[in-house]
């Protein structure tokens, strides 16, 4: 499947059409961005570690039933994906606290959830993405309450498989944004699941292998990806 014309570029993703209207091709960049773009910088190999481990993931998660974009993976940077219509919403899970809910309810980073905390977030830049509750949600039109039950379910669904999956690798799977699409009449898992939009903290070091470190300039940040690149296709 060729790449056609280019109908989005987005911080760290590029979308193209195909010939067939109904699929998508989305190509991953090294490009890197924190704190709404106010960071800007470059981590060489992500692109390629992003596709292949998002690629792992979704098929993963189409196994154990959660529907996904994820169509094939084209090359290096490429993957075939569902065209779809975003729902304007980024959800989290967090399974030990990190990030945002130390600075929203001022409890301190590390500390392990006994349940895991949903939460969604209006995806719009020009806000921050800020965090609101299902209600906000209605009243901007961005979901129906069938819709945010659903999106609700599978988040948690797939809480509990990258939560077993990360298990095996040694990986404490500390928190995750997902985004989902419309699709035919359904809902679809879509975006990626990749250290760029995940928390991974390994078990026993608590070495951060994630994006936080170049968000807070940890260095080895190259390393840190190509890590949980080469520890995921082990296992798959
Ligand atoms: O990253 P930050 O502290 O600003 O936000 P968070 O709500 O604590 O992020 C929770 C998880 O979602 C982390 O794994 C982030 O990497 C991810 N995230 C993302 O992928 N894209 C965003 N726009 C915000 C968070």
Redo the contacts with the bound molecule.
Sequence with gaps: MDKGELLYEGKAKRVYSTSDPDLYVQEFKDDAT???AKKKGEIVGKGVVNNKISSVLFQMLEKEGVPTHFEKLLSDRDMLIKKVEIVML?V?V?NIT??????TIGVEEGVRLKEPVY?I?Y?EDKLD?P?INEDHAKVLGLATDEEMAIIKDYALKINQLLKKFFEGLNIDL????LEFGRYKDTIILADEISP????FWEKGTGKKL???RF?QDLGDVEDAYQEMLSRITQES
């Design positions: 924190a704190f709404n980024e989290t967090r990190a990030g945002g809910i130390c600075r939460e977030h995806k993405d965090l500390v928190d995750y944004k760029d939009t995940c928390r994630d994006k936080d968000r």
